[in-house]
């Protein structure tokens, strides 16, 4: 899912102000650092879960808020289901049936029955690059819901700059990398998205991103003023999408937490 769904996804688990800002910087930070390296990465969920449990036997003074990785991987196990699998993700759904994430963390917090309980519910099947755009369509519009209905969001996404500190020791001992190199991917990733831009700058990014990625990975152009101007209009169709969203979130983590 999108950063700002992302925090409103830990808003809806965790109610003390900085307990939330410390872990929603985390769940940002997930998504930001991994375009650090060049080289094939792992699976995006599978190094959510392993930092998960970096963080627990490594620097087990900042537990339990590293939950919020685990957040993190049923919200975009939900966007997969809902939403569909854009072909740089081509193979996360083969990941996710078959990869052992650890006798663990398996144990622990099992995200792979989360992902067949929620797969039997909502999961319908896609039907190419068509049905795909049109789920990062959803996604858009959940993130202007995000934006114009819970304005603790946008503030949360700015303050997290300075709240990264808290998590780089653990981050660059992960990623093997320095806290410099973690710091600049985290930046040059936040200022992409135009935290605390006007709402139709950001919107307007958005909907750029996805022209972009729907002409590389599937060789379709989109009407982009027709897009911008329907998710800027019809504002009860964003509300419907992310509150579709958050139910289904809600359930995946009651279940997590109670297996």
């Not at 963390?105 to 909502?122: D, F, G, H, R």
């Not at 750029?208 to 989109?222: D, H, K, N, P, Y």
């Not at 019809?234 to 809600?250: C, I, M, Q, V």
């Amino acid at each position: 899912m999108l950063p700002r769904r992302h925090i409103l996804d830990v808003s809806l688990m965790i109610k003390n102000e900085d307990d939330l800002l410390s872990m929603s910087t985390l769940s940002l930070a997930i998504d930001a650092v991994k375009f650090m390296h060049n080289k094939p990465k792992k699976d995006h969920l599978v190094e959510a879960l392993e930092l998960n449990e970096f963080v627990c036997f490594m620097f087990p003074a900042q537990r339990p808020k590293n939950r919020s990785l685990l957040y993190h991987c049923i919200s975009d196990l939900l966007g997969l289901l809902m939403f569909g699998v854009p072909k740089t993700r081509k193979n996360v759904i083969k990941n996710i049936e078959t990869i052992n994430y650890s006798e663990e963390s398996m144990e622990t917090y099992p995200v792979i029955e989360v992902w067949n309980t929620l797969k039997a519910k909502v999961y319908t099947k896609k039907h190419g690059g068509e049905d795909v755009i049109e789920g990062f369509i959803k996604k858009i519009r959940i993130e202007m819901d995000a934006i114009e209905r819970f304005p603790f969001v946008e503030d949360i996404f700015q303050e997290s700059r300075k709240r990264l500190d808290e998590w780089l020791p653990s981050l660059a001992s992960y990623y093997d990398e320095s806290k410099k190199k973690v710091r600049d991917s985290y930046e040059k990733w936040w200022e992409s998205w135009n935290c605390k831009s006007d709402t139709d700058n950001i919107l307007g990014s958005m909907v750029e991103r996805l022209a972009v990625q729907s002409e590389e990975e599937f060789g379709i152009t989109i009407e982009k003023d027709n897009i911008f101007s329907t998710i800027k209009s019809d504002k009860t169709t964003n509300k419907n999408e992310n509150e579709l969203f958050s139910k289904w979130y809600k359930d995946g983590m009651k279940l997590l937490l109670k297996i």
